[in-house]
Structures are given as structure tokens and as C-alpha cells.
Nanobody
């Protein structure tokens, strides 16, 4: 059974930082493109960042320069370092394995003062 388990979410003040983790089990993530997505209340789910098996990354314009996606294949884990957080970053953040298509259950990130 494949599981992607996100952790690291929580509440943070504007300008703060959080690091999300996505631990995979039942699937080996090396050789696979992995991604982070988010869904804010009343909005559609959107891509935040992806990382290919070769380490190539791509980011949504809204997070470029603030978020960093990385992977540790030895730990079968993907990370999302989020700095300079803004209230508009508030959302449920989901980890995804693109091929085959698997999603985590999500972790809530709330940015407010």
C-alpha cells in the first residue's frame, strides 16, 4: 500500500518559516517526479513546486525565491522549505507522486498575525 505522509504544517506569523516533509512508503521515490500542491479555502488546488528525478525544480511564480523543494532519496522523503511566509500562503499543502499518481492527505499551513 502506497502512502505519502505529510508533516511539518502549523501556524506561523507572516515572515516566518516552516519546513514540510513528505515521507513515502510502499513506493520508491527515486526516479520519480514529486510535487507539492496547495488548496486554499474556496480555491482550486494549485501546483506549488515540483522536482524531477534528476533534481530539476520548477516553482509557481507566487513562491519563487521563497520556497525550496528538495528530496532525500535515501530517506524516501521530499521536503518543502517555506520562507518569508505570507497570509496568502495559508492552505492545505499536499504531496504528490506524479507517476504513478498518488496524493498525501495534506497538512494545514496557516500564516497570520
Amino acid at each position: 500500500q502506497v502512502q505519502l505522509v505529510e508533516s511539518g504544517g502549523g501556524w506561523v506569523q507572516p515572515g516566518g518559516s516552516l519546513q514540510l516533509s513528505c515521507a513515502a512508503s510502499g513506493i520508491i521515490i527515486s526516479g520519480r517526479t514529486m510535487g507539492w500542491y496547495r488548496q486554499a479555502p474556496g480555491k482550486q488546488r494549485e501546483l506549488v513546486a515540483i522536482i524531477t528525478s534528476g533534481g530539476i525544480t520548477n516553482y509557481a511564480d507566487s513562491v519563487k525565491g521563497r520556497f525550496t523543494i528538495s528530496r532525500d532519496n535515501a530517506k524516501n522523503t521530499v521536503y518543502l522549505q517555506m520562507n518569508s511566509l505570507k497570509p496568502e500562503d495559508t492552505a492545505i499543502y499536499y504531496c504528490r507522486c506524479l507517476t504513478p499518481n498518488y496524493w498525501g492527505q495534506g497538512t494545514q499551513v496557516t500564516v497570520s498575525s
